[in-house]
């Protein structure tokens, strides 16, 4: 998990039409960093994916596992230093049964990093069994 060590969330909102956004602070001193990459960090691009499920599975109260992955744009490095808040955009989140489709922007200001659609599913508990 990178919640609360690689990113803290730190505010967020919603929206009338079910889309939501999430501010985070990125952590620059996290282990990640020093390899990716020494001198000059950069935010992985995996590590954006897993933020992102990481904050729908917290706001949907439900463990979520990535299933499917449609498209996604780094349209920018995302330097940790550089940018204080990041805004992690969900737009057309939709939960049928066990699959949520999303795509979620990953911006600062004006600036867009990254863009990104996706199909997840919900982890079944099994304890009834």
Same mark, same amino acid.
């Given at each position: 998990?990178?919640? !609360?060590?690689?990113?803290?969330? #730190?505010?967020? &909102?919603?929206? $009338?039409?079910?889309?939501?956004?999430?501010?985070?602070? =990125? !952590? /620059?001193?996290?282990?990640?960093?020093?390899?990716?990459? /020494?001198? @000059?960090?950069?935010?992985?691009? #995996? +590590? @954006?994916? @897993?933020?992102?499920?990481?904050?729908?599975?917290?706001?949907?109260?439900?463990?979520?596992? =990535?299933?499917?992955? %449609? $498209?996604? %744009?780094?349209?920018?490095?995302?330097?940790?230093?550089?940018? /204080? =808040?990041?805004?992690?955009?969900?737009? %057309? #989140?939709? =939960?049928?049964?066990?699959? +949520?489709?999303?795509? &979620?922007?990953?911006?600062?200001?004006?600036?867009?990093?990254? %863009?990104?659609?996706?199909? +997840?599913?919900?982890?079944?508990?099994?304890?009834?069994?």
């Amino acid at each position: 998990m990178l919640l !609360n060590s690689f990113f803290h969330i #730190v505010g967020d &909102a919603t929206d $009338n039409d079910g889309s939501f956004s999430v501010s985070v602070r =990125l !952590n /620059p001193a996290h282990p990640i960093y020093r390899a990716h990459f /020494p001198g @000059q960090p950069v935010t992985p691009g #995996v +590590c @954006q994916l @897993q933020m992102v499920m990481e904050i729908l599975s917290d706001r949907l109260g439900r463990r979520l596992v =990535l299933t499917d992955v %449609k $498209n996604v %744009k780094y349209m920018a490095v995302i330097v940790p230093d550089d940018v /204080p =808040l990041l805004s992690v955009d969900f737009r %057309k #989140v939709a =939960l049928e049964g066990e699959v +949520c489709t999303l795509t &979620a922007v990953l911006s600062h200001g004006s600036q867009v990093f990254s %863009k990104m659609s996706m199909t +997840c599913h919900v982890v079944r508990d099994h304890s009834d069994l």
